[in-house]
């Protein structure tokens, strides 16, 4: 196990009906707050209202920033920015998913900068306070809701970036199942590979054998991620597995399962970043269809025996003598998982063909400059898992 | 899954070579110290003189309260207090085992009180405030280094009380694996065990298939911690092994596996605290003549379905059609293992005859009253217990 710091804040609040706890709970934060929401959805089911209501009735002012779209931009993050100024904002509420989440923080840190929030992003300003952040999760992905990092876009430039700190994990999280009973199923399948990807790119990073704390746990919550993304499939409104599903996301990707693991970068995220940004494609679908063929790649110039340990203790992969053999069936039969909940998994899947290589390959490897993971992932190294995932 | 709430705020520091880092954590803290540790042992390897060199180096002027002994008693806590009180002590810092810890989180909240400590524990008074505590473990078992509870004994009465507050959660935890090197063979493998019954008695708490993701989380730190205290046993200075018996004993109390499975009491527990003090057994000697017989009876009367899943997950055994017998054979296993890592494993290991019964579980059915479980754990439910642990 390699040397670790691990703390994490945020105060989880989990359950059937506990929304209308949060005006109560919320109200130790300011009586000032921004509601940051996202296209439609919590608006149709009647959830902004429910929310709304319950922050005024505690006696908090409430004003909107709402619209944030998938891939989350910088100028909405402005604009929130603006808002919060302009009304003496205490606090933030975010409800919806990771980009909503994400904008939020971006917002809560950005109010109190003397620059301008991008600068966080590239490197060149560090956040030193933000506003309290509390999160609503609409859908089960994207971990935003207790950890302290945020994926912004700059429409300008197009480069996407992540930026951490201590000051932007959400202060309260209010993990309400019963919100995902009406997500599509394709985000809900997404959601569930989002999650087992933040596991799968620590996880496949460390040697076998070094690290069995976080291996037990990142295994046992890749399961349960698969068989409650199968479960919420076939019965949307089963509770239980909506519960496990969300509850296995948020673990998935709240730093537990990278403490001493070592330096891991996510370089499944750093390609599908750029399937996103030259495709549209949802952030869950690039992912699968970038899984499988990573796998392989992965099992032929770092070793299979990390893919196999996941293809016995995940996927019931009997091991023979052969490695590398076993590793491709993990591959294999992960991609057949992936396509049995309806995933894309492979890029074929996604209608892009081997010529359109490079250009990806061109836009994830300046994002791995930005990363500072350019040796590890230059060019033509990303080029060459491409082709494994074609 | 039931509702919950989870918030855990330690500061965790691990690894090898931290201690170092110590003073210059923890000034931001205070500059003056109570230092809290044990009999000996710390004294005779050099670690107490190690961090309180530190501690000094940093401009920290350190007091010491020296001699906790195993099951931590009150006069201790209250002697602790007057050193702190007469020294304007403004944090607390504990080297030592779970007896240490305790004490040292008892005198930080006890120091700030105005009436006297032993009053929380008795449910009279509540704990606003308390010093901040940094823990340095010196053993893998308790978990107090990562959780807001402590036990403390009342010598007079004679009542082991347990107390919890979120103020008194450590503000930073340095776990170095390389302190445990010297931990003598029976107190490594009962630290281990103790860890394991902390994930048993929530785990087998609820019914099956209701909490996936706690029993998943729950059954992978009992692996790694069965595994990696037979690997410490045969090779004592392993460090990989020490690391991971350490940190998934601190993962075994840290509220992450109890959130969500529901009220859960912990009888077998309970029950120990009645060896322990009647016969001055070590605390994780108790446990370990306690857990099999303990689980025929919770099969036997609470259904055999959830130490069958433990017996398939955690040691290998095959389940037939007769789930009954699969827990007569878990239970079985189990005792086997302890008894191959040198513990005991009944209570006639103990010496303690059938005629001791009685006397045992009218000691523990007093502390269920005070833990407001007499209900369920009423002197004959507990004289029935102990039979099965003969």
């Known amino acids: 196990m390699e040397n670790f710091e691990f703390q994490n804040p945020t105060r989880i609040i989990f359950g059937r009906g506990i929304l209308k706890r949060l005006g109560q709970e919320a109200k130790s934060l300011g009586t000032r707050c921004l509601l940051v929401t996202g296209r439609k959805s919590v608006k149709e089911t009647g959830v902004y209202d429910l929310v709304k209501k319950n922050l005024e009735s505690a006696a908090i002012e409430v004003r909107d920033l709402s619209g944030v779209q998938s891939n989350p ?16 904002i205490q606090f933030i509420v975010a409800l919806g998913g ?13 109010v109190l900068l003397e620059g301008d929030v991008w600068d966080v992003f590239e490197g060149r300003a560090a956040i030193e306070r933000a506003l309290s952040v509390v999160c609503i999760p609409t859908l089960a992905a994207s971990g935003s809701e207790m950890n302290g990092f945020m994926v912004i876009t700059n429409e300008e430039t197009g480069h996407k970036l992540a930026a951490g700190s201590p000051h932007v994990y959400p202060k309260i999280s209010f993990l309400a199942p019963e919100l995902t009973f009406s997500v599509p199923r394709d985000y809900t399948a997404y959601g569930g590979v989002d999650a087992v990807c933040h596991l799968m790119e620590p996880y496949f990073n460390g040697p076998a054998g070094f690290t069995p704390v976080q291996d037990e746990l990142a295994q046992g919550l890749m399961r349960v991620l698969m068989k409650s993304t199968e479960a919420c499939l076939a019965s949307p ?7 496990a ?7 998935a990707l709240n730093g537990l399962t990278r403490a001493g693991v070592g330096e891991h970068p996510f370089p499944v995220h750093l390609i599908e970043h750029a399937l996103s940004a030259i495709y549209g494609v949802a952030h869950g679908a690039g992912l699968a269809a970038l899984l499988s063929g990573w796998m392989k790649w992965k099992a032929k110039f770092h070793g299979p025996e990390k893919i196999c340990q996941f293809g016995r203790h995940c996927l019931g992969i009997q091991e023979g003598s052969d490695q590398a053999l076993c590793a491709v069936q993990t591959a294999d039969r992960f991609r057949d998982w992936l ?21 990806i390959a061109e836009n994830a490897s300046r994002q791995a400059g930005i990363w500072g993971i350019e040796d590890q992932y230059g060019r033509d190294t990303i080029a060459q898992v491409l082709s494994f995932c074609q």
């Open 237 to 243: 409104e089963d509770y239980n597995q909506r519960a």
């Open 245 to 251: 599903l969300m509850w296995a996301a948020t673990l």
């Open 339 to 359: 396509k049995s909940i309806g995933c894309p998994a492979s890029l074929s899947d996604l209608g892009i063909a081997e010529k359109d290589h490079g250009r």
């Open 98 to 110: 990771g980009s909503v989440m994400d904008t939020a923080k971006a917002v809560a840190a950005g």
């Open 73 to 88: 931009v910088l100028s909405k993050v402005h604009q929130g920015i603006g808002i919060a100024r302009e009304g003496s």
